[in-house]
């Protein structure tokens, strides 16, 4: 088995494998290690322009992109393994993904009352409240059967 990697030549440059992706407009910046966990994320002051929306699907883009490119760059690492089992399926699979669209809504309009008023003063509208007691309240009600002792579950 002359042909066979050396196993630890191999894991070493596994841990030191990293891709990274830019975003087409260059607001979103990333990279991710081998097993395409994020290692870094960094945003340009491009994202100010941007509504959460297009900043979420920007970043998650990118990352599928960096993912594609770990995902291949292990997957030529690993090839003189063999080219068969659940590993290779599964960089196969992160190859291949491809996000769903993300629906980047507009804002939509404020509705504009008649008279422009951003506050309205609605006080008027509540019915009138109670007239308070003219005096002390007897509590009666409550302890004219002495001490309570329900359980409260």
């Not at 990274?20 to 081998?34: E, Q």
Request: proline share 10%; charged share 25%; glycine share 6%.
């Amino acid at each position: 088995m002359a042909d066979a990697p050396d196993r630890e030549a191999l894991l070493a440059e596994l841990s030191a494998l990293s891709a990274t992706a830019t975003s087409d407009d260059g607001a979103v910046s990333l990279s991710v290690n081998t097993d395409g966990v994020l290692t870094r994320l960094r945003l340009t002051d491009a994202v100010s322009g941007m509504s959460p929306a297009e900043i979420a699907d920007a970043v998650l883009r990118t990352y599928v992109s960096a993912q594609r490119e770990s995902a291949k760059r292990t997957g030529q690492l690993l090839a003189p393994l063999g080219s068969g089992g659940y590993l290779m399926d599964r960089l196969r699979w992160r190859v291949q993904f491809e996000p769903e669209p993300v629906p980047v809504a507009t804002p939509a309009a404020l509705p504009r009352a008649e008279d422009s008023t951003v506050l309205k003063d609605r006080s008027s509208d509540a019915p009138p409240a109670a007239p308070p007691p003219s005096g002390p309240v007897p509590d009666d009600d409550y302890y004219g059967k002495g001490m309570r002792f329900e359980q409260a579950w």
